[in-house]
């Protein structure tokens, strides 16, 4: 997969990718992150990609004619039709694991980072999809292209060692369940044995597997029941 990146602060994104599970992935060539600078789009001496918003207000807005020549560059070089070009902006799609899931098998993902008060309108013209992750307002998308690339990324194949982790983590448990209901995860224990008067459920220590598999479904269930109610409700 290739992921681009279109943002006015590229250096922000120097950190994340150069740690942990990313940086593995591209170091296995699993994924490419490329980050641009929209002012590289630019033509005038100052390389303004942002004005003053069209009836007065605070702050600026982000040229929709800088952002569809960054686009039309970086779109003439991808090959797969599975690409995808993603705003990210608080007015998007509520993003969650099964989007995170479904992006996760395209060949390229190109993401919008918006700053200052946002991009010019026109711009939802020249993209397929607009994401949100949550409701807030962050100072700019980069930190949400953070997020999104960060979960996407993990579920490439190959990405995460232990296919079994992921199937059994939050948003994507389903013991016995159909697959369209997905459960919190489990309760997780390691040692010490007792701490501070808590001990581990002796369950895991049984070494009975089945009835492990069990105990951990129930508390799943139980779990989602109090904190998540809402994921189970078609059930
Ligand atoms: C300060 S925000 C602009 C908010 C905009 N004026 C509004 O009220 O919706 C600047 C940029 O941050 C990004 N952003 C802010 N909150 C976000 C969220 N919850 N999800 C995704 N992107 C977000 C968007 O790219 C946005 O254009």
């Known amino acids: 997969m290739t992921i681009d990146i279109l943002t006015l602060f590229p250096k922000m994104f120097s950190g994340p990718f150069s740690e942990s599970i990313i940086k593995r992935a591209i170091e296995k060539g699993l994924v ?18 942002d004005e003053k918003p069209y009836g007065g207000g605070a702050g600026m807005v982000m040229r929709v004619d800088i952002i569809d020549k960054a686009l039309s560059t970086l779109k003439s070089k991808v090959k797969s039709q599975k690409s995808k070009v993603i705003l990210l902006t608080p007015a998007g799609k509520l993003f969650n694991q099964k989007m995170a899931k479904t992006l996760s098998s395209y060949s390229n993902l190109l993401l919008i ?9 026109r711009v939802r013209k020249l993209v397929d999809e607009e994401i949100s992750i949550g409701d807030y307002v962050l ?13 996407v990324v993990r579920l490439i194949p190959g990405v995460v060692g232990k296919k ?5 983590e939050s948003f994507s448990f389903t013991p016995s369940l159909p697959h369209s209901f997905t459960l919190l995860e489990y309760p997780q224990y390691t040692r010490p044995f007792e701490y501070n008067g808590m001990k581990v459920p002796k369950i895991l220590l049984s070494g009975n597997h089945k009835k492990i598999a069990e105990w951990r479904a129930e508390q799943a269930i139980k779990r989602t029941k109090k904190r998540r109610p809402d994921l189970l409700k078609k059930i």
Not at 164 to 168: G, N, P
Request: aromatic share 4%.
């Open 113 to 121: 980072c918006g700053h200052y008060e946002g991009v010019d309108e």
């Open 164 to 168: 079994e982790s992921l199937k059994s």
């Open 139 to 151: 100072t700019g998308g980069e930190l949400a292209a953070m997020v999104i690339v960060d979960a």
């Open 32 to 49: 490419s992150i490329n980050i641009h600078n929209l002012r590289d789009w630019a033509t005038d001496r100052h390389k303004t990609a």
